[in-house]
């Protein structure tokens, strides 16, 4: 039988427990057998400046999920011509394994606020299932999305920490350890990454 699996795509820089939890309550709490961290090397809405380079935030992603079966890093976006569109990354997972899984996206309501003015977001719902979680954020989800039959809402905790709010905080001395899953902490400190 076919795995399904589903795509959470981010900077992860860093990944923090609001990521961890939200990705854990989908593989536990809907049908996805697995969820992969898809680290993204350049969003097409984000500049490059503060981000850690690509494998050492494949490597804190690696960190955070060693000890969870169902949450898989992934670096496939890395070879990927830049900068990096959702659905040019399906078709090359889509191809890369045929017909061993089915791709759903993971995202929070606030990127579906915003989903009609991605790059062939028509394509993207007419070949996968977007599975969709709760933030707290401003405007209302497009009418043509609001009932739509390949978009699914998840009841996972609302997580209001951010990898912003960590870098800043972190930069200025201030303990951010207790967002941070154990591993990913070492591995930053040791580094010195974000001072």
Partial sequence: ??????????????????????AN????????????FVVTPQSP???????????????????ATLDYPKLKPSKIEFDLPQPNYTVNTLAY???KYEDKHNFCLIMGE????????????EL???????YVYPRISEGEVVHQFKDHEKIQHVA???????STFIRAQHKLGKNVRPMLPEKVWKYMDEMNFYR
Wanted: aromatic residues 12%.
């Fill in 156 to 162: 996972a905790p609302i997580m209001e920490i951010s």
């Fill in 110 to 121: 606030d990127n579906l606020k915003g989903l009609h003015k991605w790059k062939n977001y």
């Fill in 124 to 130: 993207i719902l007419e070949n996968h299932y977007i």
């Fill in 45 to 63: 809405f984000k500049t490059k400046k503060s981000l850690l380079d690509n494998h050492h935030r494949y490597q804190l992603v690696a960190e």
């Fill in 93 to 95: 997972l889509l191809e």
């Fill in 1 to 22: 039988m076919n795995k399904k699996v589903g795509l959470y795509f981010g900077t992860f820089n860093p990944i923090h427990i609001g990521h961890l939890v939200i």
């Fill in 25 to 36: 309550h989908m593989v536990e709490f809907s049908d996805l057998d697995e969820v992969w």
